[in-house]
């Protein structure tokens, strides 16, 4: 039995063993349905030309761990951003652990995805946002949606600043041989509202790992979001990450994606806009070598005017990695006055380092100042020698030389913590001690 028709023939006994409401078992049985006719995506869907997911298919993956395993803090301490405090919504192989977690409900609501899908209490929000903007065509999406039942659940009252992060880390223990899990995240922030969030997902040893997660993310009238992915796996996870975010008028909605670990990594990054003067900010900063393979493909649909857009995704290849950028801004007829800038620049360390650059505009108003690039090239020799000449070793020449490329991401985050925490795993890649704190 492939993995597919596994996951088919699972669906009845998973739904068997949660309380599903009638409505949740529409939208389950659709998007199985939907999943069972498209299968996995292959390279003769344009959307997924650079990517294939043939490789990692094949492991006969556990769909439910046998056991609800347990860790120590300990062990996974150097995963959180310890040094600052956190709410955390933490799992383990799939299970919400609450050893580990650090949750709440005063003021505003940072908790599971269980509580909210299976509680009478919580039915009219998830009647309004429960998969609205994910979407209903993408098979993976729809697999998703057919087993979402554990994830993270935030939701952000109106005028709210919340005084810390929100860490949301999924750790796989490895206990099983091979281990499939279908987090399902949903953040709701209200009007006038603030929230930054880390997600991240982390592997304890090298069995196989492959996380298909949603997360869909609602922004209201000028309410602020800043989220954060930290991808740093090891190579025998495989993660394929679908994030929709929907923006009312004034807000303003950044994502950062560091990749930089994992043997397979998909982000799908789909912003659309729903009101006046939104702003949206996409960035990535990609460091991966051996055979490691890292696409993101992004999308922004501006479908309003007076709304802007800033993509700026930087990718360093060694080895035999593969890097993919396949961006598109979308500017429908009404949308005038937009403003959206994409920029994709790579560097190549090693001539078997592969890179596929797709960026895309389609813009269908008159009055608008887009614009995109692209660059692909090697290490500034001229630089380097400039460096060496004045004593800085060719090792760390070439380091400084790859973290000033990445830096114009870098400054842009907006927790201290984190910014010196992406420091010194970008110094860990390069193999060098930068020799200063940020």
């Given at each position: 039995?492939?993995?597919?028709?596994?996951?088919?023939?699972?669906?009845?006994?998973?739904?068997?063993?949660?309380?599903?409401?009638?409505?949740?078992?529409d939208v389950r049985t659709s998007a199985i349905k939907n999943f069972e006719n498209k299968g996995f995506p292959t390279k003769k869907e344009e959307a997924w030309k650079y990517t294939s997911l043939n490789s990692i298919i094949k492991n006969d993956y556990s769909v439910f761990p046998k056991h609800e395993n347990t860790i120590e803090f300990k062990?996974?301490?150097?995963?959180?951003?310890?040094?600052?405090?956190?709410?955390?919504?933490?799992?383990?192989?799939?299970?919400?652990?609450?050893?580990?977690?650090?949750?709440?409900?005063?003021?505003?609501?940072?908790?599971?995805?269980?509580?909210?899908?299976?509680?009478?209490?919580?039915?009219?929000?998830?009647?309004?946002?429960?998969?609205?903007?994910?979407?209903?065509?993408?098979?993976?999406?729809?697999?998703?949606?057919?087993?979402?039942?554990?994830?993270?659940?935030?939701?952000?009252?109106?005028?709210?600043?919340?005084?810390?992060?929100?860490?949301?880390?999924?750790?796989?223990?490895?206990?099983?041989?091979?281990?499939?899990?279908?987090?399902?995240?949903?953040?709701?922030?209200?009007?006038?509202?603030?929230?930054?969030?880390?997600?991240?997902?982390?592997s304890l040893n090298e069995n196989p790992v492959l996380t298909n997660a949603v997360t869909e993310i609602f922004a209201q009238k000028r309410a602020i979001v800043d989220y954060y992915k930290i991808q740093n796996d090891m190579q025998s996870a495989n993660l394929i990450d679908n994030t929709y975010i929907a923006q009312k008028q004034q807000s303003?909605?950044?994502?950062?994606?560091?990749?930089?670990?994992?043997?397979?990594?998909?982000?799908?990054?789909?912003?659309?806009?729903?009101?006046?003067?939104?702003?949206?900010?996409?960035?990535?900063?990609?460091?991966?070598?051996?055979?490691?393979?890292?696409?993101?493909?992004?999308?922004?649909?501006?479908?309003?005017?007076?709304?802007?857009?800033?993509?700026?995704?930087?990718?360093?290849?060694?080895?035999?990695?593969?890097?993919?950028?396949?961006?598109?801004?979308?500017?429908?007829?009404?949308?005038?006055?937009?403003?959206?800038?994409?920029?994709?620049?790579?560097?190549?360390?090693?001539?078997?380092?592969?890179?596929?650059?797709?960026?895309?505009?389609?813009?269908?108003?008159?009055?608008?100042?887009?614009?995109?690039?692209?660059?692909?090239?090697?290490?500034?020799?001229?630089?380097?020698?400039?460096?060496?000449?004045?004593?800085?070793?060719?090792?760390?020449?070439?380091?400084?030389?790859?973290?000033?490329?990445?830096?114009?991401?870098?400054?842009?985050?907006?927790?201290?913590?984190?910014?010196?925490?992406?420091?010194?795993?970008?110094?860990?890649?390069?193999?060098?001690?930068?020799?200063?704190?940020?």
């Amino acid at each position: 039995m492939d993995l597919k028709e596994k996951l088919i023939s699972s669906f009845m006994a998973f739904e068997e063993s949660i309380d599903v409401n009638h409505e949740l078992h529409d939208v389950r049985t659709s998007a199985i349905k939907n999943f069972e006719n498209k299968g996995f995506p292959t390279k003769k869907e344009e959307a997924w030309k650079y990517t294939s997911l043939n490789s990692i298919i094949k492991n006969d993956y556990s769909v439910f761990p046998k056991h609800e395993n347990t860790i120590e803090f300990k062990d996974v301490k150097k995963f959180f951003i310890h040094e600052i405090d956190t709410y955390k919504v933490i799992f383990v192989d799939g299970k919400f652990s609450s050893y580990l977690s650090s949750t709440t409900h005063d003021g505003l609501d940072v908790c599971l995805m269980s509580s909210a899908l299976n509680k009478p209490k919580y039915k009219m929000i998830i009647d309004e946002y429960f998969n609205k903007i994910a979407s209903k065509e993408e098979s993976l999406t729809s697999l998703n949606t057919a087993f979402a039942n554990e994830g993270a659940y935030i939701n952000i009252p109106k005028s709210k600043v919340v005084e810390k992060p929100i860490e949301i880390i999924y750790f796989s223990t490895g206990k099983e041989n091979a281990l499939m899990v279908q987090p399902r995240n949903l953040v709701i922030v209200g009007e006038n509202a603030h929230v930054q969030i880390i997600e991240r997902h982390q592997s304890l040893n090298e069995n196989p790992v492959l996380t298909n997660a949603v997360t869909e993310i609602f922004a209201q009238k000028r309410a602020i979001v800043d989220y954060y992915k930290i991808q740093n796996d090891m190579q025998s996870a495989n993660l394929i990450d679908n994030t929709y975010i929907a923006q009312k008028q004034q807000s303003h909605a950044s994502v950062h994606t560091f990749s930089f670990g994992g043997n397979i990594t998909r982000n799908n990054l789909n912003f659309y806009h729903q009101g006046e003067h939104i702003e949206s900010t996409l960035k990535g900063i990609t460091i991966i070598g051996d055979k490691q393979h890292v696409d993101h493909y992004t999308l922004v649909q501006h479908a309003t005017p007076n709304c802007e857009s800033h993509q700026n995704y930087k990718t360093i290849l060694n080895d035999s990695a593969t890097g993919v950028f396949n961006g598109k801004i979308f500017v429908e007829k009404e949308a005038q006055k937009t403003d959206a800038f994409q920029q994709n620049n790579n560097i190549l360390l090693s001539d078997k380092a592969t890179i596929n650059a797709k960026p895309q505009l389609e813009i269908f108003a008159d009055d608008v100042k887009c614009s995109h690039g692209c660059t692909i090239g090697q290490l500034d020799e001229t630089a380097m020698f400039y460096m060496q000449q004045r004593g800085i070793p060719k090792k760390e020449a070439k380091a400084l030389l790859m973290y000033a490329f990445s830096n114009e991401v870098i400054e842009s985050i907006k927790i201290p913590e984190l910014k010196q925490r992406i420091t010194k795993i970008i110094a860990t890649k390069l193999g060098v001690n930068l020799g200063f704190d940020l």
